[in-house]
């Protein structure tokens, strides 16, 4: 009972908090992150009601099917065969947005923290790494950019961004964890995640052109047909790609893009009773229910007493400025290439719950008696997470708008 009371308070506040937003010229969801973020600090002006339910599991699973709904969705706006055509600007943009950042956070790790171990600055610098593509894919779909080539280099940047950064996460943790036991780091491992990695996405493609259109024969035999059932079938191939991804050790956002990017048109066009509908027309309904669940409920796990650690404002605005400027090195990558270099820079910038699923691993591993990341350090990082998640939106609106002004001028 409780977590539907909150569920209809999340979706209310969402849906005014989004409605302001878009009032003052923003994207719905800076609003629904802040409103979020004022949701979750209710308990500093004595309220408590909404204490547990960033932690409760029924609005946790609700807040990372949309998250998965989305990602399938953006993914369905664009195909393999427009992805391949940017494939090689999105590698080196994301080469360049893991490599910069890892290089920035070690340094700052290193300046302000001389007392910590130098794994706990590679630690720093593996959290840089990370891209939050929820928030980017759902800002470029409020502002219908998601089918811009900006937008298809930013997107396929995030994904290949979340496999290095996730890379770089196994081997920083795997040499911490070699270190405590005196062994060294297995570096088998490392290359067994890669290969994982690699195989997913190159199955999901092999699926996509062989094997899906099947599928969704077979799917269309069902007695009831329709809609409902091309919906159910896109969806059992996002949740088991998700799953799978999960399984082999990436975050499971991965699958469900690779799911909405590997499927086609073609696939159920003469699918009976699906009319014109597309499988992007079916799913939107839904995403509209659960997506704002995911940006409430993350905004409502910010602590904003984080903000009263001693020394932690001088670090958090470190790594702020680290995140930014690293991931400005991305647009380096698309220099020369008739690319808004500035929007992709600016569009890979949040790390939002990527960057706190780093950091919150980082809480776990010890050193003998120390931590690698001690909670001020971890309340530096989420203030981090916290700034380069609220900027994107409105400097990725401005950016954008700005290209389009510099287009038709």
């Given at each position: 009972m409780y977590a539907i009371l909150v569920l209809a308070l999340i979706l209310g506040a969402?849906?005014?908090?989004?409605?302001?937003?878009?009032?003052?010229?923003?994207?719905?969801v800076l609003g629904e992150l802040v409103v979020g973020v004022l949701l979750g600090n209710l308990g500093l002006a004595g309220v408590h009601i909404l204490d547990a339910a960033p932690s409760d599991a029924t609005l946790q699973a609700l807040a990372q099917v949309g998250v998965l709904l989305l990602l399938f969705q953006v993914g369905l706006e664009s195909t393999v065969r427009e992805m391949l055509q940017v494939g090689g600007t999105a590698t080196v943009v994301a080469v360049l947005?893991?490599?910069a950042p890892f290089a920035l956070g070690w340094g700052v790790g290193a300046w302000l923290l001389p007392a910590h171990s130098p794994y706990a600055h590679a630690y720093l610098g593996a959290t840089l790494t990370a891209t939050s593509v929820g928030i980017t894919a759902r800002v470029l779909s409020d502002l219908g950019a998601a089918r811009t080539r900006e937008a298809r280099v930013i997107l396929g940047a995030a994904v290949i961004d979340?496999?290095?950064?996730?890379?770089?996460?196994?081997?920083?943790?795997?040499?911490?964890?070699?270190a405590g036991a005196g062994e060294t780091l297995a570096w088998g491992a490392i290359v067994g995640l890669?290969?994982?990695?690699?195989?997913?996405?190159?199955?999901?493609?092999?699926?996509?052109?062989?094997?899906?259109?099947?599928?969704?024969?077979?799917?269309?035999?069902?007695?009831?047909?329709?809609?409902?059932?091309?919906?159910?079938?896109?969806?059992?191939?996002?949740?088991?790609?998700?799953?799978?991804?999960?399984?082999?050790?990436?975050?499971p956002i991965?699958?469900?893009?690779?799911?909405?990017?590997?499927?086609?048109?073609?696939?159920?066009?003469?699918?009976?009773?699906?009319?014109?509908?597309?499988?992007?027309?079916?799913?939107?309904?839904?995403?509209?229910?659960?997506?704002?669940?995911?940006?409430?409920?993350?905004?409502?796990?910010?602590?904003?007493?984080?903000?009263?650690?001693?020394g932690v404002?001088?670090?958090?605005?470190?790594?702020?400025?680290?995140?930014?400027?690293?991931?400005?090195?991305?647009?380096?990558?698309?220099?020369?290439?008739?690319l808004d270099a500035r929007s992709i820079g600016i569009g890979m910038i949040p790390r939002g719950e990527v960057g706190l699923i780093f950091a919150g691993v980082g809480l776990t591993l010890t050193l003998g008696t120390e931590r690698i990341i001690d909670p001020a350090v971890f309340s530096a990082v989420v203030i981090m997470v916290?700034?380069?998640?609220?900027?994107?939106?409105?400097?990725?609106?401005?950016s954008l708008a700005r290209r389009r002004r510099t287009t038709l001028a």
């Open positions: 969402a849906a005014l908090a989004g409605h302001a937003a878009a009032r003052v010229g923003q994207p719905p947005g893991v490599a979340d496999v290095l950064g996730l890379v770089i996460l196994a081997i920083v943790s795997g040499a911490i964890a070699a890669v290969a994982k990695a690699a195989g997913l996405l190159v199955g999901a493609a092999l699926f996509g052109e062989f094997a899906a259109p099947g599928f969704f024969r077979l799917a269309s035999r069902l007695r009831k047909g329709g809609p409902g059932v091309l919906l159910s079938a896109g969806l059992v191939i996002c949740f088991t790609l998700s799953g799978l991804a999960a399984a082999v050790g990436l975050a991965v699958g469900a893009y690779a799911a909405g990017l590997v499927l086609e048109e073609a696939h159920w066009r003469e699918f009976p009773g699906s009319g014109a509908r597309s499988m992007e027309e079916l799913v939107r309904p839904v995403t509209a229910l659960l997506v704002p669940v995911f940006f409430v409920t993350m905004g409502m796990r910010v602590d904003l007493r984080a903000f009263a650690h001693p404002l001088g670090l958090a605005a470190a790594l702020t400025a680290a995140a930014i400027v690293g991931k400005q090195a991305c647009g380096l990558g698309a220099l020369g290439r008739g916290i700034v380069t998640t609220l900027l994107t939106p409105p400097a990725l609106k401005w």
